[in-house]
């Protein structure tokens, strides 16, 4: 009987807990939005405005120079603030880019847009997954932060959809005159149910308490853990908060050294694997082997289809095999799969299925782990007192990556060739496996408090060797 309750008591904190994280994790939905709408309007936009390749880069990544603002923004800002209220800020700046991205009559003012809009993107994927990981049970960490990361390509996945959609409501002329406003206003809407739905989620409880205000904490913690672990979880938190300085200095100490490194080392190594590449600009890859424009668009949205079923995977083994698995046998596969495909560009050999065949494997197999294994360890393995800000040097990091990647995908194919290009990400893939065996440490089933224990312990054992990180 008492067990009966136990597990009934356990559903209503779940439900609870998932509902609120999937708000949150809508920020992951404009995320997936902001960043594919650009691959069905570009092609429309170079010819309007008349872009070079140059021109082209910077339509892209133009966002991803807000992104870096408004990562490096977040930790500061919820800090002193609260998660809820910047992220209730983030969802009004998406808003106002998504309409000034729909009215310019310049690339200039296009641009600008777009920035306000990285900005709110920025903070979102610093602060979502952070909020969520605040939030969570430790048993269930991995897959409610890892819901960030499949609100991101729900957003890509239904940005191709709605992309295939407007640039087939007309013709040519009038896809360069009109149909990339229309891609890129539609993101107005879920801005708004954002911003609507984020005034029904509580604060951070975590936040709360390094506010001094565990008794608005401590009816959160009840409704996601009960009474027992609830006010175990209020006593553990406060003295996490009496261990730790606060200071970004503590990150360089002995102990969180190696975390820092994990955390901005996964950050850079995501991006650097080219997966961004191949999905702003699916649509030119596709054409790049002599698919048409309508075939390219059909060929990027079963990019989208493989990155969303794959996510969903994720999310059932993340839990289940843990973070360090998963990020090695991803890795190895999308490595793989970039060799084939540069094979692929430098034999000729593109007419045929095999570069859609394994960029869709390469996508799958960055979906089950760079995807969303790094937000959550990201997310996860920094001290309370300082998470904020070192998560948001992390995500600033990941953005900055993000930026080189995406600017210099078009020159670089255009110079270096689809086969080299291929190749440099697939060294970068290769090189994840080995940091990831080597550093990255294992932190599923803990809680946020007993990893940042773990970190402790190391520092005060500086002789412990960075290959024992498995203990973890």
């Known amino acids: 009987m008492e067990m009966t309750m136990n597990n009934k008591r356990e559903q209503v904190s779940m439900k609870f807990v998932t509902l ?23 092609g429309f936009m170079e010819q309007r405005f008349d872009l070079n390749k140059i021109e082209v880069g910077w339509a892209v990544s133009s966002l991803i120079i807000g992104c870096i603002i408004g990562a490096a923004m977040s930790g500061l800002l919820s800090d002193k603030f609260g998660r809820k209220r910047v992220l209730i800020t983030a969802a009004i700046l998406f808003i106002i880019s998504s309409i000034g991205s729909a009215i310019p009559e310049t690339f200039s003012g296009f641009i600008i847009a777009r920035i306000i809009g990285g900005i709110g993107i920025g903070i ?21 932060v890892a819901l960030n990361q499949l609100a991101i390509v729900t957003g890509i996945f ?51 308490i390094k506010q001094g205000r565990p008794a608005d904490a401590l009816p959160i913690l ?11 979880e209020v006593v553990d938190i406060k003295q996490s908060f009496e261990q730790e300085s606060g200071s970004i200095r503590q990150l360089f100490s002995p102990g969180l050294r190696i975390a820092l490194i994990v955390g901005v080392g996964l950050a850079v190594l995501q991006q650097i694997t080219g997966i961004n590449a191949v999905m702003y600009y699916a649509p030119e890859i596709f054409k790049a082997t002599g698919a048409g424009t309508n075939a390219s668009l059909v060929q990027t949205i079963l990019v989208g289809f493989i990155n969303f079923l794959f996510t969903i995977v994720a999310l059932w083994l993340i839990d289940k095999v843990g973070r360090k698995a998963l990020l090695l046998v991803g890795s190895a596969s999308m490595a793989i799969c970039l060799l084939v495909i540069g094979v692929a560009f430098q034999t000729g050999n593109t007419a045929g299925p095999l570069v859609l065949i394994f960029i869709l494997i390469y996508v799958a197999s960055f979906a089950i782990s760079l995807g969303p294994v790094v937000w959550v360890i990201m997310s996860e393995i920094f001290p309370n007192r300082i998470r904020g800000k070192a998560t948001a040097i992390a995500a600033m990091t990941l953005w900055a990556a993000d930026y080189v990647v995406s600017q210099s995908f078009p020159p670089l194919l255009s110079s270096a060739g689809p086969a080299t290009t291929f190749w440099l990400y697939g060294s970068m893939a290769l090189l994840t496996f080995f940091f990831t065996w080597r550093i990255v440490p294992e932190t599923k089933g803990k809680s946020l408090e007993e990893i940042e224990s773990l970190w402790s312990s190391k520092e005060e054992n500086t002789t412990s060797a960075v290959p024992k990180l498995d203990a973890l």
């Not at 009840?222 to 175990?232: T, V």
């Open 20 to 42: 609120v994280s999937m708000v949150s994790a809508l920020g992951g939905l404009l995320f997936g939005f902001d960043t594919a709408v650009v691959s069905g309007a570009i």
């Open 124 to 144: 979102t994927s610093t602060l979502c997954p952070l909020y969520n990981a605040e939030i969570a049970p430790a048993k269930y960490r991995g897959r409610l």
């Open 222 to 232: 009840l409704r996601i853990h009960g009474e027992e672990l609830a006010k175990k």
């Open 158 to 208: 239904l940005t191709y959809f709605v992309n295939l959609w407007i640039s087939g409501s007309g013709d040519e002329a009038w896809g360069i005159a009109s149909a990339w406003r229309y891609m890129f206003g539609v993101g107005a809407i879920p801005g708004v149910l954002f911003l609507a739905l984020l005034f029904f989620v509580p604060e951070s409880p975590r936040w709360l």
